[in-house]
C-alpha cells in the first residue's frame, strides 16, 4: 500500500526544535520530489519546503528561512524537515506529500497542486 507517514511533531517552547521524519512505504521515495506543508487552524493548507529528487534543488518558504532545514535519505526511503528556533505561528499540522510525477531530477515546487500521495500529518504547537 502507497502511503507517507508523518512524525516527530510535539508541544515546543519558543526558540526550540523538532525533527520531523516523513517515511515512505509501496513506492520509492527517489523518484519523486518531496513537500512539507503546513495547516494552522482556520487557515489553508501552505507550502514550507520541497526538495527535488535528486536533493539538488530545495526551495523554503519565506517564513522558514534560515529556520528550517529539508533534506531526505533516499536510502532509508525517509525525507526529513529540521525546524530550529520555532515560533509560535509554526504551530500547525505538518503534512509531507510526493510529486505528483517525476517533473526532472530538479524540480521542486512547494505547490499544493503538483503534490499528492498526503501523509496523515504531525501536530507542531510552539508554546510557551
Known amino acids: 500500500q502507497l502511503q507517507l507517514v508523518e512524525s516527530g511533531g510535539g508541544l515546543v517552547q519558543p526558540g526550540g526544535s523538532l525533527r520531523l521524519s516523513c517515511a515512505a512505504s509501496g513506492f520509492t521515495l527517489d523518484y519523486y520530489a518531496i513537500g512539507w506543508f503546513r495547516q494552522a487552524p482556520g487557515k489553508e493548507r501552505e507550502g514550507v519546503s520541497c526538495?527535488?529528487?535528486?536533493?539538488?534543488?530545495?526551495n523554503y518558504a519565506d517564513s522558514v528561512k534560515g529556520r528550517f532545514t529539508i533534506s531526505r535519505d533516499n536510502a532509508k526511503n525517509t525525507a526529513y524537515l529540521q525546524m530550529n528556533s520555532l515560533k509560535p505561528e509554526d504551530t500547525a499540522v505538518y503534512y509531507c506529500?510526493?510529486?505528483?510525477?517525476?517533473?526532472?531530477?530538479?524540480?521542486?515546487?512547494?505547490?499544493?497542486?503538483?503534490?499528492?500521495?498526503w501523509g496523515q500529518g504531525t501536530e507542531v504547537t510552539v508554546s510557551s
Open positions: 526538495i527535488s529528487n535528486s536533493g539538488g534543488t530545495i
Open positions: 506529500a510526493r510529486s505528483l510525477s517525476n517533473f526532472g531530477e530538479s524540480w521542486c515546487v512547494p505547490r499544493r497542486d503538483m503534490f499528492g500521495s
